[in-house]
């Protein structure tokens, strides 16, 4: 019988390393199988959670912090199976999840097998991996109703997520395992196009399913996202074929009809794609709020697990898995508005509890430590923002706003609205001017435009520091106008 080694790298997060052993353990696969924990130089309370284990897991011990590959190598070395099991701490396996992905992956002689993995809300994470016609991988269907059709066929990917995958050892070892040139990211897309290139078959698992708290059992930096990416795009770029769209036709999302004389029908399904020619701007706001609401979600996730890191010493009880939501069929659907104001609303509930999070544990000096979220903490920079400008700007005035080409800052009620810096079409410039007198000239040229007004947004004073000449010319020629100073400057450009 074949002997699977489920490996969990694990680097701090005792809670949700806790919370999965105890998972596997209360429900055991029927398969034969072992549990490898690699602890990756956790600094928390993880070397004393995994020792409450004893005997039910074998624990591989690592001196310094190698990443998600390096780690997910030394526990394939100490295994003992020829199914190699790589899982992430912050899954949560349903029943039958394992015995599934091993019979798929049998039946077709795959060499790696990936699971179908769901967020805490239902809905899918992971569904496999295409690569998109920019170049980079993604996970397709990512947001999609865990019942939706497209979701539910087991099927060969190029690549699959290694947050849940089964590996053949053989296939694994032929390539060398993971490459530690990548750290925590893109390493099992990696994995497989290697594998790919020498005839393996990767496959997706429809039927194997568990819940994914995504990326928190590391965390992720952006430098480190940046820097996997350009990797990726080195090695893979002109290698690795597109293949977005053949899936998105195949499974009925997307269809072209061809005329003897262009241009061609396209038509998308509404849960695929937004498609406008009236309102780019509207079109713009609608896809800002669509992400706006996934990353709430994984902030939301965030604060629930370092609640549980907090809670771990008097909390002896796994919490029960969660399950999809369920729809009232009674119950009216939300127009779109309703739901992004709700959104807004709990991005700022969300943000204050991380606040007052961090605040309680700095104060009780026992030397746990959380952060709070860069991305709610700039979601509420861009609605003080918002309204400082109602406050200040007159309706019908053009306003300048410092931006990196955020459409949503430019979100400013009943007033035209500029990047600056921006090129002639009004789109962002895509870079920073060369120096402090490139700034001036640039805000002195929009403003012979119908400029009235600039609206420095906080996260931006640099520039006024960092382009001295740009700074003095505003302090010394414009009048800086009441707003939020925690969220923004706004200056008049009306004289001078």
Not at 197 to 208: A, K, L, M, P, T
Not at 230 to 248: K, T, V
Not at 338 to 353: G, M
């Amino acid at each position: 019988m074949t002997l699977c080694s489920i490996v969990i790298p694990v680097h701090n997060k005792a809670a949700l390393t806790r919370d999965c052993v105890r998972t596997l353990l209360a429900e055991p696969p029927e398969v034969a199988h072992e549990i490898v924990v690699v602890d990756d130089a956790s600094s928390d309370r993880t070397p004393a959670v995994l020792g409450e284990f004893r005997e039910s897991i074998r624990l591989v011990r690592r001196r310094s912090n190698g990443g998600f590959a390096t780690a997910c190598n030394d526990g394939a070395a100490a295994a003992l199976g020829d199914h190699l099991v790589f899982l992430n701490n912050d899954t949560i396996p349903l029943a039958g999840w394992l015995d599934r992905l091993v019979a798929h992956a049998e039946r077709q002689n795959a060499a790696v097998t990936g699971a179908k993995l769901l967020f805490p809300n239902g809905s899918v994470q992971h569904a496999g991996v295409v690569i998109c016609h920019d170049g980079n991988p993604r996970h397709i269907y990512a947001g999609f109703p865990t019942d939706h059709p497209a979701v539910n066929k087991s099927r060969r990917f190029q690549a699959v997520t290694a947050a849940c995958a089964l590996v053949r050892r053989a296939p694994f070892e032929e390539v060398g395992g993971f490459d530690p040139a990548f750290r925590n990211c893109l390493e099992d897309t990696d994995l497989c196009l290697r594998l790919g290139e020498r005839g393996h078959q990767i496959h997706f698992c429809h039927e194997s399913l568990l819940y994914h708290l995504e990326s928190l059992s590391r965390g992720r930096l952006s430098k480190e996202i940046e820097r996997n990416a350009q990797l990726f795009r080195d090695r893979w770029g002109g290698r690795a074929l597109p293949d977005e769209l053949a899936y998105y036709v195949e499974d009925g999302l997307l269809e072209i009809g061809y005329r003897d004389a262009y241009p061609v029908r396209l038509e998308a399904a509404p849960e695929l794609a937004t498609v406008t020619v009236d309102s780019e701007r509207e079109q713009r706001a609608l896809e800002v709020r669509s992400a706006q609401v996934l990353d709430l979600l994984k902030e939301t996730i965030r604060l629930s697990s370092h609640l549980a890191e907090v809670e771990l010493p008097a909390d002896d009880l796994v919490a029960p898995p969660p399950r999809a939501a369920r729809v009232d069929p009674s119950h009216q659907p939300e127009t779109r508005d309703e739901i992004l104001r709700r959104a807004r609303e709990l991005e700022v509930e969300v943000e204050a509890l991380q606040a007052r999070l961090a605040s309680a544990l700095r104060e009780s000096g026992e030397g746990v430590t959380f952060a709070p979220s860069e991305y709610l903490g700039y979601r509420r920079v861009i609605e003080d923002v918002h309204g400082s400008v109602e406050d200040t700007v007159p309706a019908g005035a053009t306003v300048l706003v410092v931006s990196r080409g955020d459409e949503e800052l430019l979100d400013l009620g009943g007033r035209r609205a500029w990047h600056f810096p921006r090129q002639a079409d009004g789109r962002y410039l895509g870079h920073y001017p060369a120096d402090g007198v490139a700034a001036v000239r640039h805000l002195e040229e929009l403003r012979g435009m119908g400029a009235s007004y600039l609206v420095v947004p906080s996260t931006a004073y640099w520039w006024l520091e960092h382009y001295s000449e740009f700074g003095r010319h505003l302090r010394e020629r414009y009048a800086a106008v009441s707003g939020r100073q925690e969220a923004c400057v706004i200056f008049s450009l009306g004289g001078g």
